[in-house]
């Protein structure tokens, strides 16, 4: 594998990359439209939906802090000065890059050859020398802006993440929320009736799956997820996830995914994993469609667990995403390029998940956005508007998604045409 993901001397308009031109032809179609003429992009719903959370907490924490900041929680400035992030150029992100390639690169070769893996490491490697190539490109032809090609490529320098740009000790709010924290959760546990309902439904949904898990000979993590079918799971590229309500009647939700699994002769084959008890996940089921699956009996599972599940058995919205199925589920995709490339970065080969790439790049957005409404109205004493950096947060998010490769309509790889699989667009046109 060779050392260095791009030489320095490359044209940045180098010609005859059809593939490249037609991503980037995409960016300025997306550019031209306004929010007026079409439903939000997915991206957009994300940043509304982190919103959302910040003023959640905020109304939370004001009971007993008067001081609550929002941007402080959400990281979008340095320090308490409030100044914002700054973000390296590309050549200097570049740099780091050829050092961890260096270093961590052959590790893997290594580590795969004693497997009897070959050429992973190598395709990762073309992958990020297109996606930083793509950047170089669209900052060259203005299509994005400056600061969101300079801040992707530094999110890849860090190793996909934010690097010093925030406490790596802190996942919140950008990952957990995305799982684990939501208010009516917090509420409802909190009082005595509440928890006592959590902890009848945490001991139905063990029994329930004792049961499922001896009949497949496995045991039962109470405090894990608990994989069926794994072993047919060829070439996954989605996850379907279902959120149980810890409050309502979960066993019933699980009950139900189980019979709409036997009804089509798929509960032996869907590759799906389920926590071991109720809890504040909003990810409580995850199911993996792979290729091995047949599409049309993946819907019928679907329309039928929608149809027959009871209401107060799952939450009205599953992990956001930016793409709701119908109630109490989302879509994601499984990007295997980008897993890759940041197991090419990391300094122990490990993978990483589309959720935390995803909170890292919305992270970045607010970043960005903060700096845009900052260096336009300034820190000192001057308000800053929440709403105002959110809006601007949404076109650097979407912007950073098309430098990743993903359509910000869909959060769709362009590589996998920028759209929902059939099956997905199917349900999601009959819940929505």
Request: hydrophobic share 35%; proline share 3%.
């Amino acid at each position: 594998m060779r050392p260095e993901v791009l030489d320095d001397n490359k044209s940045v308009n180098a010609s005859g990359d059809t593939k490249l031109s037609s991503e980037l032809s995409a960016i300025r179609a997306s550019a031209l439209q306004t929010e007026a003429e079409q439903a939000p992009k997915a991206s957009d719903n994300h940043i509304d939906y982190i919103v959302a959370c910040a003023k959640q907490w905020r109304q939370n924490e004001l009971k007993t802090n008067p001081e609550a900041d929002i941007g402080a929680w959400l990281q979008m400035f340095r320090d308490e000065k409030r100044i914002p992030f700054s973000f390296q150029s590309i050549a200097e992100s570049k740099r780091q890059i050829n050092l961890r390639l260096k270093t961590n690169g052959p590790k893997w070769i290594e580590s795969d050859k004693k497997r009897g893996y070959t050429g992973r490491p190598q395709k990762a490697r073309d992958t990020l020398a297109q996606m930083l190539h793509r950047t170089e490109v669209s900052r060259s032809n203005k299509d994005v802006h400056s600061e969101t090609a300079d801040a992707f490529a530094q999110f890849l320098a860090n190793d996909m993440s934010l690097g010093k740009n925030t406490n790596q000790s802190q996942i919140d709010p950008y990952y957990g929320s995305l799982y684990t924290t939501y208010a009516e959760y917090q509420q409802k546990v909190g009082t005595e009736e509440g928890r006592a309902k959590f902890m009848e439904n945490r001991e139905k949904t063990k029994d329930f799956l004792r049961q499922k898990a001896k009949q497949s000979g496995q045991k039962l993590w109470l405090s894990d997820f608990n994989h069926f079918n794994s072993d047919k799971a060829i070439d996954v590229t989605d996850r379907i996830y279902i959120a149980l309500d810890p409050f309502g009647e979960p066993t019933e939700a699980l009950r139900a995914w189980w019979l709409a699994l036997e009804s089509v002769g798929l509960e032996n084959e869907l590759y799906f994993k389920v926590w071991g008890g109720v809890n504040n996940r909003l990810d409580t089921l995850v199911v993996y469609p792979s290729n091995n699956i047949d599409q049309a009996k993946l819907l019928t599972v679907l329309e039928t667990f929608q149809k027959t599940v009871q209401p107060d058995a799952i939450l009205e919205h599953a992990v956001n995403t930016g793409v709701e199925l119908g109630r109490g589920m989302s879509y994601a995709i499984e990007d295997e390029d980008l897993m890759m490339v940041h197991k090419l970065l990391d300094e122990d080969n490990a993978r990483t998940s589309f959720g935390k790439l995803l909170a890292g790049l919305s992270a970045t957005a607010m970043q960005l956005g903060y700096k845009k409404v900052a260096e336009r109205v300034g820190t000192g004493n001057k308000k800053i508007s929440f709403t105002e950096v959110a809006q601007e947060s949404k076109q650097y998010l979407r912007e950073l998604f098309i430098l990743a490769g993903i359509n910000p309509e869909t959060l769709v790889p362009w590589s996998r045409g920028g759209q929902l699989p059939q099956w997905a667009e199917q349900i999601r046109q009959n819940n929505m």
